[in-house]
């Protein structure tokens, strides 16, 4: 029953609080939900500038430095609040401030779909692979600066080459169990209530798994996908529920793009509900059309 749905938003912020209010007013007129978010502590002062509403919650406690593990913990916050709040939610969505929702229907398709775990997990980690290197390294934070063209970047991929060979400049000298195979995927997902309350039960029983993380690069991308995949809700996952464009070109191809209208018509033949990364200094006109197409009162799809 959609009636039955209730969704906790987790949301990571670090700018933009007008189009943040877009989002938060498409997630508020789409059906039963509250809006936990974290602002980076760096900008803590754009709160004042975010929409007041009794299912909204705002927190700035850690300062979210690209790559840092600041990105878990405060990820981590967030769940614990939800939990914390002893609402019985069914679902909750991990995502930033720069997401929209880009299609009617989700709370309908989440009660058709109850068990299912939308996260994209890319493979398996080889210890021996560059990306191996980013949790068998003790990252120092100086090198924690996002900019595609940068010394930094040129410093980090030369250490990720040594660690495919076998040297490992700063090893961490942290370790998982025996048996805990690590992946990775995209950072953003949406998963049951259930899952939720198995991670945290999860991080307080084993404490090493955090120190294991605390000092590698990038561990959004495989934290959360390597708890998921050790576990039984591993044949629950179905796949990513939002839309991303990746860049072609070796300044952006490790992160998306920003979506304008060019990318409309390949998002509609998607079947993906939430879409990233929207950027209203770049193409207004684009979250406009999805604020409009999309903020209808929930009663709509009822009827």
Known sequence: MINQIKVAYLLLVHNNPKQLNIFINQLLNNGDCDIYIHIDRKNREIEKEIVQNSHIHIYSIYEVKWGSFEIIKASIYLMRKAIKS????????F?????LLVKKGLYKY???HPKDIFI???NEVNDMSRIGARYRVCWPKILMKRNDVHIYRLIRFIIQILCSIGIVMFPNRHKLRKGIRIYTG???FLGTYDLLCYII???DNNCYYMDFWKNSLASDLMFFHTIIMNSEYSTNIVGDIVY????????SRNHPVIIEMKNIKEIEESDFYFARKFDMSVDYNVISYYYKSISYNVHEEKS
């Open 201 to 203: 039960q999860y991080l």
């Open 95 to 99: 995502g930033s401030g720069q997401d």
């Open 86 to 93: 002893n609402i019985q939610y069914t679902h909750f969505y």
């Open 120 to 122: 994209n997990v890319y």
């Open 110 to 112: 989440l009660s058709d």
């Open 244 to 251: 991303k464009k990746w860049g072609a070109t070796l300044k």
């Open 186 to 188: 995209s950072t953003w």
